[in-house]
């Protein structure tokens, strides 16, 4: 384990928990670094992912380190079904250092976040775009066997 960093285990798993409950509204969880970056927590969770994308691409956002956890629905006409992603924000400016260590202090997360159909790194905007994780997901599901367009 990183030395210094800990994770508020209680509050991400009960995020956690929120986001893969097929019932729950809840499409997304954001883990940031708190307590002078001792401390990785829950930042926001909730149904509308372009909050997330609001965060970091703010100017807060060029600093910001943070993991996410989201919902999706994938599929073709014939079926449809919810598939999760990891999402690691690293920002632009953030100093090399934090980054390196970012690298270890991941591990944590994905010990409580296990299920995952794509693991996405990302340090610009466009990367983080719901279009290009739809993609993404899309590719790693395998054959899509609707009747096409």
Known sequence: MPKGV???EEAVMAGYADVRDDESETKFLMLTYQDENTKIGVSKSGADYSEVLTDLGGEEGESLR??????VVTGDEMSKRHKF???T????????LKKAKMSLEKTLV?????????EIQASELEEMALDNIMD??????????????
């Not at 924000?89 to 090399?96: H, K, L, N, Q, T």
Request: aromatic share 12%; proline share 7%.
């Open 110 to 118: 994905k010990n409580l976040m296990r299920s995952f159909a794509v």
């Open 85 to 87: 992603v990891l999402l």
């Open 6 to 8: 800990i994770v508020d």
């Open 66 to 71: 943070a993991y996410v956890y989201l919902r």
């Open 89 to 96: 924000w690293c920002g632009p400016s953030v100093p090399a």
């Open 136 to 149: 993404l997901v899309r590719k790693s599901g395998g054959a899509n066997y609707g009747p096409g367009k």
